[in-house]
């Protein structure tokens, strides 16, 4: 700050204010410094972070390249993995979705995947596993399912799993169940051609009342949009 010997008479008016105008200045001055410096704090930690969980390579985001996404068989180390993600709350709470223990995590797992018709795939970006994509029969009706973990969402990830997944996957008509406040899952269905074939609700082991809806891919649909 500039200093200003204050005058006596008519300048001592002018001396201050310009003493306040130097004092302001240097306010906003170092105001903007610590806001450049939580800036780059948060930065800075936010880029550590990708580059351990495997997201950074060669300085380009690779969460946004879906070209570093493959699927393959679940194994048994997966299932931790899933059983973390599904303890989301926000994840869980967006698809109308009440956490298991791991104990009865492992056993509906385990239970559901007792039958030959269900097809499971663990899907891995980066080295790392996202989630998981696959299909099971319920009500004479053939379903597909698929959950990714938070950190690999809005990346395009879950379309192009869902994609591959459905090329294997080669039964039509082929139905998806998604809960209506959960637009994420409802675009990926749209991107792969599956379209609203109708609505319902349940009620998940909480009590509360999920609406949802039935989506359905043809294999007409699908073929179009490969």
């Known amino acids: 700050c500039r200093q200003v010997e ?17 004092h302001a200045r240097l306010r906003r001055h170092h105001s903007g410094t610590r806001q450049q410096q939580r800036k780059r704090l948060v930065l800075g930690r ?3 972070l990708l580059r351990r969980r495997g997201f950074l390579r060669r300085g380009r985001v690779v969460g946004k390249l879906v070209a ?11 299932l931790q993995t899933f059983f973390l993600h599904q303890l989301d709350s926000e994840a869980s709470k967006m698809v109308g979705f009440v956490p298991r223990p791991q104990e009865d995590f492992l056993l509906h797992w385990k239970k559901t995947s007792a039958t030959a018709r269900t097809k499971r795939k663990t899907v891995v970006v980066g080295g790392h596993v996202a989630g ?6 319920r009500s004479d009706k053939r379903e597909v399912g ?23 996957e080669s039964e039509r008509p082929l139905y998806a169940r998604v809960a209506k406040r959960n637009p994420g899952s409802i675009r990926v269905l749209d991107k792969c051609g599956f379209i609203v074939d109708g609505s319902d609700r349940y ?17 007409a649909a699908h073929a179009k949009h490969q």
């Open 132 to 137: 998981y994509v696959g299909s099971f029969d």
């Open 6 to 22: 204050l005058r006596d008479g008519p300048d001592r008016r002018r001396d201050l204010l310009q003493r306040l105008r130097d």
């Open 203 to 219: 009620s998940n082991r909480a009590g509360e009342e999920i609406e949802e809806f039935i989506f359905r891919l043809d294999k």
């Open 68 to 78: 570093d996404m493959t699927l393959r068989d679940t194994v048994e180390d997966d």
């Open 146 to 168: 698929y959950w990714l973990g938070r950190d690999f969402w809005n990346n395009g990830i879950a379309t192009r799993a869902l994609s591959e997944f459905l090329i294997d």
């Open 46 to 48: 936010r880029w550590r």
